[in-house]
């Protein structure tokens, strides 16, 4: 067949099967794990749906609430789950393990099964809505959203309701510690304050040219040898705060000596609204000199409690805030399928348009129908990878995948408005096609930037912009030269 001869027409098939494979339309009744604890994150991970708990159907997060609120600690629990194993194929496990003592004896968090395969955020789903009250509403928003970003919290919403912040996020109730803390930082030797947040000229979060580390060690002060995980980020700190340290320090003495470093017989300790969040050993050779650099960091006993406290105090130090939570309750979803549904039709309409406007100017049914199927390609395969990545789909990113669709609309419009006032042309047609591969070229460098910066405005621009430059563009122009 002439049409699997183009190897643009064999790909962009094979990416939209694959994207409407992505998208996966289907839910099924049961909650979905969004994070574990141990014991349960032997067993589970995020993904997996909760089919049942000690034989009760799970069929909303209203039953799963409702039966996790009689759990107590150190009950046995059989819990079913179904695990996507392929796009719309799944396996049942069950597990048997003894509940936690702690706060959340369950060991796993979970939320509605979402919207197929698209991970809608907050603003599209049931989620906690929480009023704090603070005394700078715009400085809380803009601290927490920073605090959210650094510990990894991908969907929430902020209001301001007078002098009231409300918050809207499907994270869960555990994010509180988030919210509430002063962000007050103090590193000490003994009682004296070596440096507070306020001299932190700055500190490691991305580990790009710079370490953020959280590895086991054995503690050997445990006659059982249990492992420890140790965390830290290295941060830099005010002159002023580093030439306290040789002053603090000299009054130490050596506790004990291994691998050629001495340790002294205190370290710096790491407290945050006035409690102990981590240490930092002092060695014999550092005595005396100017600590300009330090790791700030500690020792859990799972490498999941590491992470956490890692990015919480990574968090917590992008500013101090005095928010405080007046309530928390369930709140409902603030767009929900409707939302879903204008999106969808709004892309319709924009492809509709962008067909119709081809049709008018180059009065060609055939050039009109192609760029319609291929402005619906593309969205398939933008929506699929974005899917496939299980990117969280907020309405940042729906204004992105619009935007994908309007730039869509001027481009094929102008390329055929441009081609018609010309000829069709072979050298023309030359000419336009190299003038729009460096501009897109030129958009796809910037693109990456900001997808670096900004993952959900960045990511469906850039997968729109590689597949105009390498297949969508080519198979446009042929269709026009086919004309002549």
């Known amino acids: 067949m002439k049409i699997l001869q183009n190897w643009r027409i064999i790909v962009i098939v094979f990416l939209v099967i694959w994207g409407a494979l992505m998208i996966h339309p289907f839910t099924k009744q049961a909650v979905e794990i969004t994070a574990t604890e141990f014991p349960a994150s032997l067993s589970f991970r995020p993904y997996d749906l909760v089919y049942s708990i000690n034989g009760e159907k799970i069929a909303s997060i209203e039953s799963f609430s409702g039966i996790v609120g009689s759990i107590g600690a150190n009950e046995s629990l059989k819990v079913v789950i179904e695990r996507e194993t392929f796009p719309y194929s799944y ?11 702690d706060d959340n004896p369950i060991a796993f968090y979970a939320k509605e099964n979402s919207f197929s395969n698209l991970k809608f955020n907050a603003q599209l789903q049931e989620s906690n809505r929480f009023t704090i009250k603070t005394s700078d509403p715009d400085n809380t928003i803009d601290v927490l959203s ?6 990894r919290v991908s969907d929430y919403i902020f209001q301001k309701q007078g002098s009231d912040v409300v918050l809207y996020t499907s994270a869960g109730r555990d ?13 000490k030797i003994g009682e004296n304050v070596l440096f507070t947040d306020r001299e932190i000229a700055k500190y490691c979060i991305s580990g790009v040219d710079c370490m953020v580390h959280t590895y086991a060690v054995l503690n050997q002060s445990q006659e059982s040898k249990e492992v420890l995980w140790k965390f830290g980020f290295e941060t830099q700190i005010t002159d002023e705060a580093a030439a306290r340290f040789p002053e603090l320090a000299k009054s130490l003495s050596i506790l004990k000596c291994e691998y050629e470093r001495c340790e002294l017989n205190d370290s710096i300790k790491f407290y945050l609204d006035g409690e102990t969040v981590g240490f930092e050993t ?18 859990e006993k799972t490498k999941d409690d590491a992470f956490n406290t890692l990015h919480f105090v990574q968090a917590v130090l992008q500013g101090r805030t005095d928010a405080e939570i007046q309530s ?5 979803p603030l767009t929900g399928e409707k939302t879903v549904f204008v999106f969808f039709a709004v892309i319709a309409g924009i492809l509709f348009i962008n067909a119709l406007l081809n049709l008018i100017i180059f009065r060609d049914i055939k050039t009109a129908a192609v760029a319609l199927l291929l402005g619906a390609s593309e969205i398939i395969v933008i929506i699929g990878t974005i899917s496939g990545l299980k ?11 619009v935007l994908v669709s309007v730039m869509n609309l001027v481009y094929q419009n102008y390329s ?6 010309e000829g069709i042309i072979m050298r023309k047609i030359a000419e336009l096609n190299s003038r729009l591969n460096k501009i897109f070229w030129m958009a796809i460098g910037i693109t990456t930037v900001v ?15 590689m597949l105009e430059v390498i297949i969508t563009k080519g198979l446009l122009f042929r269709t026009i030269k086919a004309k002549e």
């Open 175 to 187: 994010i509180s510690k988030l919210i509430e803390s002063n962000g007050v930082f103090e590193a």
């Open 91 to 101: 396996r049942q496990f069950a597990h048997n393990y003894i509940t936690n003592t």
């Open 282 to 299: 002092i060695y014999a050779i550092d005595k005396g000199k100017n600590l300009s650099s330090v790791f700030i960091g500690g020792e």
């Open 391 to 401: 990117m969280t789909i907020t309405l940042l990113t729906m204004a992105a995948i």
């Open 328 to 332: 928390v309750d369930l709140a409902a």
């Open 451 to 465: 997808t670096l910066l900004w993952a959900d405005l960045g990511t469906p621009i850039l997968i729109y912009l």
């Open 146 to 151: 920073k605090r959210f970003k650094t510990a």
């Open 416 to 421: 055929v408005f441009w081609i018609k006032k």
